[in-house]
């Protein structure tokens, strides 16, 4: 029996997210709109989640993985096409945050979890960083927290955000929140069909 390549994510589920984003009038501040582009961020997670657990099952090999996420990582980080402006900025915000899902996912792929510090300490350097503008170190040290989170199937307390001032550092663990929700349920979102 041939085992079927799973495919963990395409070309064409993203589009269609993006697609419902285009469609629907987006109001940052009502709460349907933020539960789309949490689940469009949350979708992607699975997606990686799904690939990071077959590799931890030994399932799919270290190059298997890092090359399924580098192709969930190229549909979701490619540029987007829109008229409105804000709802780039919007779709901008959601590749924002799973940059990093995908950044630890391959950092814990090649390398494993961070050998050094807990999930707090490297939320709490990068935020340092961060006030420092030294973003590098900043995004260096939340994907640390994300091979941590791998390795554990989560241990990241999202309390943390509320005392996080809106940056890139609360974008990039917005996004560690989505993997960690993916890691503990897999359960593909469901596109909700218009009523």
Same mark, same amino acid.
């Given at each position: #029996?041939?085992?079927?390549?799973? !495919? ?9 997210? /993006? ?6 009038d987006l109001d940052p501040e009502s709460e349907e709109s933020a539960r789309l582009l949490f689940n469009m961020q949350d979708d992607?997670?699975?997606?990686v989640a799904k690939v990071l657990s077959a590799y931890k099952e030994e399932t799919i090999d270290q190059e298997t993985a890092l090359?399924? %996420? ?5 549909? =979701? ?5 829109? @008229? ?9 915000? =959601?590749? #924002?945050? %799973? ?7 391959? @950092? ?12 707090? +300490? ?9 006030? +420092?503008?030294?973003? $590098? ?9 994300? !091979?941590?989170?791998?390795? $554990?199937?989560?241990? /990241? ?10 940056? %890139? ?6 996004? /560690? ?5 993916? %890691? ?8 909700? @069909?218009?009523?």
């Amino acid at each position: #029996m041939t085992e079927v390549e799973e !495919t963990y994510y395409t070309d064409e589920r993203w589009q269609n997210w /993006l697609s419902r984003v285009d469609e629907e009038d987006l109001d940052p501040e009502s709460e349907e709109s933020a539960r789309l582009l949490f689940n469009m961020q949350d979708d992607a997670a699975i997606a990686v989640a799904k690939v990071l657990s077959a590799y931890k099952e030994e399932t799919i090999d270290q190059e298997t993985a890092l090359e399924e %996420l580098r192709d969930i990582g190229e549909i =979701v980080l490619s540029e987007v096409e829109f @008229e409105s402006e804000e709802k780039l900025m919007l779709v901008d915000g =959601v590749q #924002m945050s %799973l940059r990093c899902v995908f950044a630890a996912g391959e @950092e814990y792929v090649a390398g494993g979890p961070a050998a050094e510090g807990t999930i707090p +300490e490297h939320v709490e350097a990068a935020v340092a960083a961060e006030d +420092e503008e030294d973003l $590098d170190t900043a995004f260096a040290h939340v994907v640390q927290a994300g !091979t941590l989170v791998i390795e $554990d199937d989560g241990e /990241l307390d999202v309390t943390v955000l509320e005392d996080i001032e809106y940056g %890139l550092v609360s974008d990039w663990v917005s996004g /560690l929140d989505s993997l960690q929700s993916a %890691l503990e349920d897999p359960e593909v979102i469901e596109e909700d @069909e218009d009523e």
